[in-house]
């Protein structure tokens, strides 16, 4: 196993208050073929992070310090033109959205053509082939490339974001809150394929999540954020089993169980703070 | 039975739509397909299914709010189908709702304290100082403050908005309460919040809820009484820890498996 993504002290604030800091000094190191979860709750700075990975903060944030190593090289170093390089091809990307991150009027094989196309420079058949592929590996029917994204489910929207994202097999793949949206059954579809493609593909994952029953089902490593700042980080059992800090707990504690055996407990942030 | 607030048998609804070339052709879609349920006083009954199970229909057919194909349901058993316009509006003040998305079920124009009383209005109870005590001591009851009635929902994050929208619901003083998976949209650490409050809120007031939810954890905390919903139809329904330990349909143990987390979460949390 080698290193595959390592962020050190990355800290993001807005460009206008350098003081405020959204994402504060946060490190940690991927491996290929694992997955590593950021949990947290909305406004933890989890997502942040992600597409600070990417350089695609939105605008008005800055990354006001650390470094992102992605495969041994600086990405904060690169151009914009070497990132598009990267983007897509060696890093793909799920969003949290499937309605609203697909284009309503281009059909779903263009969509996931696109970056076979633009970053492998596939054509006609061949392309047509790949495209084909990709769809029956995510478990939609080949025929489905001519429909467009309004004639499908919420769950087959995700599989294509994710046969898009998998498209030039990316060695990293970034999947933000993908099943947040989804019905129970079709999220553990989701889980299992992306599962099944880790494995496969021998990618590193980096999934972000508010649920820790996600978290239990698809983890390797956890990083557990709380306003900005890394909590605590370790291996799934650890952080299931044992966790020490008590924000963790606290998040534990207020998944309900399908047993009903634990009391739900919301978490106390005055305690906290 | 006495203790029994609502109850319905054989609610059927179809939708019709325009389907083939052109709309020419028609299709049919029994969102309910004789559908009985009875819901005790002060109990919780949970319709679990997921999008496109019927369940939020079920929801809407209940409270009158779309017409029926066929089947009745009585509130304190009085048929509500045969209720004139008039009387179901005085019937409605004890039927109330919390929607699912806390963003789009408040009005963006109208401030909180407005959104809370505009049922005391239309209900004409009380007068114009009454009213705002209630509502005051409605909003405190959920967990905002006294200043916040004069602000717009958009200042509130979701968790907040939720509790407003609980506060709208029963600053009205209802019997039965629909509950539209009203913590999908939410963070699971705020779900728990509105959770608890909504049990607490059942205990003070009395209030029979129907809670209808994809989410099988929450149901479990939640219901006393569980109705799975499968393609408009009931596949399953019992006492949730029975339906939970024992499920008898397929449907019921995909949905119980799809759970995520529950092998693990189980052994891990003590």
Not at chain 1, 198 to 219: E, P, S
Not at chain 1, 267 to 273: G, K, M, N, T
Not at chain 2, 48 to 76: H, I, M, N, W, Y
Not at chain 2, 148 to 172: C, N, T, W
Request: with cysteine.
């Amino acid at each position: 196993m080698s290193e595959l993504l390592h962020l050190s002290g990355l800290t993001i604030t807005p460009w206008q208050q350098p003081a405020r800091r959204l994402v504060n000094d946060v490190s940690f190191t991927l491996e290929s073929g694992r997955t590593t979860c950021i949990v947290g709750e909305s406004g933890s700075g989890k997502s942040l992070t992600a597409l600070a990975v990417m350089g695609l903060l939105p605008m008005g944030l800055q990354r006001q310090a650390g470094q992102v190593m992605f495969q041994g090289r600086e990405l904060t170093m690169s151009s914009q033109a070497e990132l598009q390089q990267i983007r897509g091809k060696r890093i793909g990307m799920i969003f949290q959205e499937p309605m609203t991150s697909l284009n309503p009027v281009l059909n779903i094989g263009f969509q996931i053509g696109e970056s076979l196309t633009v970053h492998l420079g596939l054509r006609g058949q061949e392309l047509k082939t790949r495209v084909a592929a990709l769809l029956e590996q995510v478990g939609i029917p080949a025929v489905r490339a001519n429909s467009y994204p309004d004639e499908l489910s919420g769950g087959q929207r995700q599989r294509v974001m994710i046969a898009m994202s998998i498209a030039c097999e990316p060695v990293l793949l970034i999947a933000d809150e993908p099943t947040t949206a989804l019905d129970v059954t079709v999220q553990a579809q989701i889980l299992q394929l992306l599962a099944e493609l880790k494995v496969r593909m021998n990618m590193g994952m980096l999934f972000i999540t508010h649920d820790f029953g996600v978290v239990a089902d698809i983890a390797d490593d956890v990083v557990v954020m709380f306003r900005g700042e890394v909590v605590e980080a370790g291996p799934v059992d650890q952080i299931l089993v044992c966790p020490q800090h008590p924000y963790t707990r606290a998040l534990l504690d207020c998944v309900p169980d399908a047993e009903g055996l634990k009391p739900l407990k919301p978490i106390d942030y005055a305690w906290l703070a | 039975m006495a203790d029994i607030i609502l109850s319905a048998q054989g609610l059927t609804k179809i939708y019709r739509q325009r389907s083939g070339r052109f709309g020419f052709g028609s299709s049919q879609i029994k969102a309910l397909d004789n559908v009985s349920l009875s819901l005790k006083q002060g109990a919780t009954l949970a319709v679990v299914g997921e999008s496109g199970s019927g369940k939020s229909t079920l929801a809407r057919c209940l409270l009158q709010l779309q017409p029926l194909d066929a089947g009745e349901v009585q509130f304190e058993g009085r048929e509500l189908g045969r209720l004139t316009g008039t009387e179901l509006r005085g019937v409605r003040r004890h039927l109330q709702m919390v929607f699912q998305d806390p963003f789009a079920s408040l009005n963006p124009r109208m401030k909180v304290g407005e959104i809370v009383a505009e049922g005391l209005l239309i209900h004409k109870l009380g007068n114009a100082t009454t009213r705002r005590d209630q509502v005051l001591r409605m909003l405190q009851r959920v967990g905002l403050a006294a200043p916040d009635m004069d602000k717009y929902p958009h200042e509130f994050s979701g968790g907040q908005r939720q509790r407003i929208g609980i506060a709208r619901a029963l600053v009205l003083e209802p019997k039965v309460v629909v509950c539209d998976e009203p913590v999908s949209a939410l963070d699971v650490s705020i779900q728990a919040q509105i959770l608890l409050l909504l049990k607490e809120l059942q205990l003070e007031m009395g209030l029979s809820y129907l809670f209808i939810s994809h989410d099988l954890r929450v149901v479990r905390h939640m219901a006393d009484e569980v109705m799975v919903m499968h393609r408009g139809r009931i596949v399953e329904q019992g006492e949730v820890a029975q339906v939970y330990a024992d499920p008898q349909h397929e449907y019921t143990r995909n949905l119980l498996n799809s759970i995520p987390g529950h092998h693990r979460m189980a052994t891990a949390t003590t």
